[in-house]
């Protein structure tokens, strides 16, 4: 009954407290989002309870005791759940069962995650198979960070290759050149701004560039 007086539409469950979900509420909680963590285990309620506001033990494939926490007046969920595949797609069947607006739901395998959007999940997050690709493509050339934003284009951190160091964005023609736009400069020590083509870029200087996915690891491959 605790979880139903303190429910809203703006609040999040997140529903599994290990590292992931962790980070992922202790985040939200910056972010100034009132969230409500659950676990089975009770050794890791009582290691949360310090540092979140409001954490409960109970047993998320369980429907009636979600119920009894006021799920069903969330916002928004994220199952973050970990190894436990079973309890991962029953505790994400119960959250579609009470009628959560948005649920996120945390995938080990494209099986498991097939299964997750079956049964209703409205995101599937592979943050592990995620974090591999994009440290795999900070270990190529020059790129520093890599984000997918689709399947074939992505944003890429990069230092500036020399072939255009001291020269304009425009003169450097980036865009005819290697097919690829820079959306934002940061120079040693300052802050990213928004890249115009008269921005010149310097050694050192940090560049984010925008391209389909062979385009950018081509272009972070120059010297």
Not at 81 to 89: C, R, V, W
Not at 192 to 199: G, R, S
Request: aromatic residues 4%; proline residues 3%.
């Amino acid at each position: 009954m605790k979880g139903r007086s303190l429910a809203n539409n703006d609040q999040t469950l997140v529903i599994g407290l290990g590292r992931f979900g962790r980070a992922l509420a202790a985040t939200l909680g910056d972010l100034g989002k009132e969230v409500m963590g659950v676990d089975a285990s009770a050794q890791i309620v009582q290691d949360c309870a310090p540092t979140m506001t409001h954490v409960v033990r109970a047993d998320s494939t369980d429907a009636e005791a979600l119920r009894q926490l006021g799920a069903a007046e969330f916002g928004s969920a994220v199952v973050a759940i970990g190894s436990d595949i079973q309890a991962s797609i029953l505790t994400t069947y119960a959250l579609v069962d009470l009628g959560i607006p948005r649920i996120w739901a945390k995938a080990i395998t494209a099986e498991h995650g097939a299964i997750l959007e079956r049964v209703g999940a409205h995101r599937v997050v592979f943050p592990e198979r995620d974090m591999g690709v994009r440290v795999a493509h900070t270990m190529m050339g020059r790129t520093v960070d890599y984000i997918e934003l689709d399947e074939d284009f992505v944003l890429v951190e990069t230092t500036v290759p020399r072939e255009i160091v001291g020269k304009t964005l425009k003169d450097a023609a980036l865009r005819r050149r290697h097919d690829v736009t820079v959306v934002c400069v940061k120079t040693p020590g300052g802050r990213f701004e928004y890249a115009t083509p008269e921005t010149v870029v310097g050694e050192g200087d940090l560049i984010v560039v925008a391209a389909a996915i062979d385009k950018a690891q081509a272009f972070a491959a120059l010297e």
